[in-house]
């Protein structure tokens, strides 16, 4: 349940890193908030986190007063970001073609 000064109880319980994201989530959707506090961990932590990391591309997307070629280059500098972090691992759909082998 979040408190009065919308810090959810279980960021008060996380790490700081995790208790950022917690309050993120609770600031950017309340809904989803909810629903983030009554998952056990470690699915709450993963859920909360993969919620914000799909925000930022949507947020830039829906971003109206970024010129559309500024919304393309911050979306591929996401995208190496994410890249850099994860390697060469791929993210493999149920059709296994990996996300990268779609393009």
């Known amino acids: 349940m979040a408190n009065s000064d919308s810090t959810s109880f279980r960021a008060v319980q ?14 950017v959707s ?3 908030a909810l629903t983030v ?3 056990e961990e470690p699915m709450a932590s993963h859920i909360a986190l993969g919620y914000l990391l799909c925000r930022i591309p949507d947020t830039v997307e829906d971003a109206a007063h970024i010129p ?3 919304q393309a280059e911050l ?7 994410r890249s850099s972090v994860a390697g060469d691992r791929r993210v493999v759909p149920r ?4 996300v990268a082998a779609a393009r």
Not at 14 to 27: F, G, K, S, T
Not at 95 to 98: N, Q, V
Request: aromatic share 12%; net charge negative; glycine share 6%.
């Open 95 to 98: 059709g296994g073609r990996s």
């Open 68 to 70: 559309p070629e500024s």
């Open 75 to 81: 979306l591929r500098e996401y995208e190496r970001s």
């Open 14 to 27: 996380a790490e700081p890193d995790l208790a950022w994201c917690y309050d993120a989530v609770q600031d």
């Open 30 to 32: 309340r809904t989803f």
């Open 37 to 39: 506090d009554v998952l």
